[in-house]
């Protein structure tokens, strides 16, 4: 599709700018600006319920390596030896 948009000034200048110190051009970067904006709307109005949000959860954390011993997590492991 082929879309025609008048754009303000202070907005032309910034995608402008923006273009040039990226090195790409203009329209690619409206393109991508419009894709990001369009995905996440869709992905914010995609919600799944709680259910099938669980188990998508579950799936991935099972699709982990499970370790033989407990992981020592703690602030103390974390941080040995920086002289705190």
């Known amino acids: 599709m082929d879309l025609l948009l008048n754009l303000p000034p202070a907005l032309e200048a910034l995608l402008a700018e923006r ?3 990226s090195g790409k ?6 393109l991508r600006v419009l894709e ?4 996440d709307e869709s992905l914010a ?3 799944l319920p709680a259910d099938e949000w669980v188990a998508d959860i579950r799936s991935w954390a099972d699709s982990h390596r499970k370790l033989e011993h407990e992981a020592d997590d703690s ?8 002289g705190e």
Do not use: N, T
């Not at 051009?25 to 409206?30: L, N, Q, R, S, T």
């Open 19 to 21: 273009a040039k110190s």
């Open 25 to 30: 051009a203009p329209e690619d970067i409206a």
């Open 36 to 39: 990001e904006q369009l995905v």
């Open 45 to 47: 109005s995609a919600s």
């Open 75 to 82: 602030r103390e492991s974390i941080y040995a030896g920086r």
